[in-house]
């Protein structure tokens, strides 16, 4: 007889064999079950991510950002946030050739997958920010 999981809340799982536990929220678990813990993203991960960024960023004919650009600032925000995988602690990439042996840890699905759990993760807080602050109320005089 296989263990059926019933989730109760986003950080709270009950097993048919175990009382409830509380889940980490800074675990993300991938579809092909590898398991990985975000970084706590302090005021240092910002400067590395730019310092990264810069070192990285190609000299263009002027023309500005491009898409190419825009992922790599994706992929290095992401390898910047990994903190473990499957258990182990992993350090924060200081160069491309870095941002690249972490994402070697990954298929490419996985990668994906990551980076849009992040994503979305930083979507529902930014919401959850935009909750918290105080209404104007401009749009209920304006009607």
């Known amino acids: ?12 799982e009950k097993n048919e064999t175990t009382e409830m536990a509380i889940k980490n929220p800074n675990e993300i678990v991938l579809s092909t079950g590898k398991k990985i813990i975000k970084r706590e993203r302090r005021g240092q991960h910002h400067i590395v991510e730019n310092r990264l960024l810069s070192a990285c960023s190609m ?3 002027g023309t500005g950002v491009n898409i190419g650009d825009l992922i790599l600032a994706s992929d290095i925000k992401t390898a910047v946030a990994i903190a473990e995988i499957d258990g182990v602690k992993q350090k924060i990439p ?8 972490l994402a070697g ?22 919401q959850q920010a935009k909750n ?12």
């Open 59 to 61: 000299k263009g004919d």
């Open 1 to 12: 007889m296989s263990i059926e999981k019933v989730v109760i809340d986003k950080n709270i």
């Open 132 to 143: 918290l602050q105080v209404s104007t109320g401009l749009g209920n005089e304006l009607m």
């Open 94 to 101: 200081s160069s491309l050739s870095e941002v690249y042996e």
């Open 105 to 126: 840890e990954f298929t490419y699905e996985e990668w994906e997958e990551l980076t849009l759990e992040l994503q979305k993760n930083k979507k529902e807080m930014e």
